[in-house]
């Protein structure tokens, strides 16, 4: 068993940069494939970006793709999700997620199964 918490998120203007973290507790989060999703009000949750177990495949949206990166420092427990550039449309509650069947990672909420909390990132024009 995981937890996860997340932190980081908060009021940013349109350009500016915020990085989120997620540290885990009980298992090792380098036990475990990686994910940050976000669910905007009134949408869908959506895959943001992923980090493979071993760290070396990152996968990220279309929608984010150049403006956001994803990390993880094992020996903290923690990954990170540096986000730059960021216009209102990036406005959502950010949230992690460990995929314990697949060290690649995959882009499904379905396919995590231990999430945080939620962080709100509040992008204003």
């Known amino acids: 068993q995981v937890q996860l918490g997340e932190s980081g998120g908060g009021l940013v203007q349109a350009g500016g940069s915020l990085r989120l973290s997620c540290a885990a507790s009980g298992r090792t989060c380098s036990s475990y494939a990686m994910g940050w999703f976000r669910q905007a009000r009134g949408k869908e949750r959506e895959f943001v970006a992923l980090?493979?177990?071993?760290?070396?495949?990152?996968n990220y949206a279309d929608s984010v793709k150049g403006r956001f990166t994803i990390s993880r420092d094992n020996a903290k427990n923690t990954v990170y999700l540096q986000m730059n550039s960021l216009p209102p449309a990036d406005t959502a509650v950010y949230y992690c997620a460990a995929d314990t069947h697949y060290g690649l990672g995959r882009s499904q909420p379905r396919d995590y199964d231990y999430w945080g909390q939620g962080t709100q990132v509040t992008v204003s024009s």
């Open positions: 980090s493979s177990r071993s760290g070396a495949r990152t």
